[in-house]
């Protein structure tokens, strides 16, 4: 589908996505991060600590100020965002558990959604 997406199936293999989300990166990703959580909850922490170095080392291949890539969008509203969305996390786990497998580049883009979704929220944004 995309090389990130490779990337991320090879650190934690075993996702099959639905037929709708063939061939669709964004839907494809809700799946891989509810996968994700699931491998978590199953101590699969090696697994989940190598998907979250594919996204840091995606994120770094941005230059700091410019537009994100396809890839590195991706990354961030495919993943990260779908990662803090509570409604796709399953009893036992809730987003903040994520928060200690990110990287610095991770980080800053967890915390400028979160900047995002309270300012959505307060009715601080047009």
Same mark, same amino acid.
């Given at each position: 589908? +995309?090389? #990130?997406?490779d ?16 061939? #669709?990166?964004y839907?494809?990703?809700? &799946? ?8 978590? #909850?199953? &101590? ?8 979250f170095?594919?996204i840091?080392?995606? #994120?770094? +291949? @941005?230059?700091p &100020?410019?537009?994100?890539? @396809? ?5 961030v509203? &495919?993943?990260?965002? @779908? ?13 903040? @558990? ?26 601080? +944004?047009?």
């Open positions: 589908m +995309t090389p #990130l997406i990337r991320l199936d090879g650190a934690c293999s075993g996702y099959v996505p639905s037929e709708i989300s063939e061939g #669709l990166a839907s494809w990703m809700s &799946g891989f991060v509810r996968h994700v959580i699931q491998a978590r #909850l199953d &101590g699969r922490e090696a697994e989940v600590r190598a998907v170095a594919v840091e080392r995606q #994120l770094e +291949t @941005d230059r &100020g410019q537009k994100l890539s @396809d890839e590195s969008n991706l990354a509203v &495919g993943f990260i965002e @779908d990662m803090q969305n509570g409604n796709l996390h399953l009893p036992g786990s809730r987003p903040s @558990d994520f928060r200690a497998y990110l990287g610095p580049k991770s980080l800053g883009r967890w915390e400028a959604l979160n900047g995002f979704w309270q300012a959505v929220e307060h009715g601080k +944004t047009q």
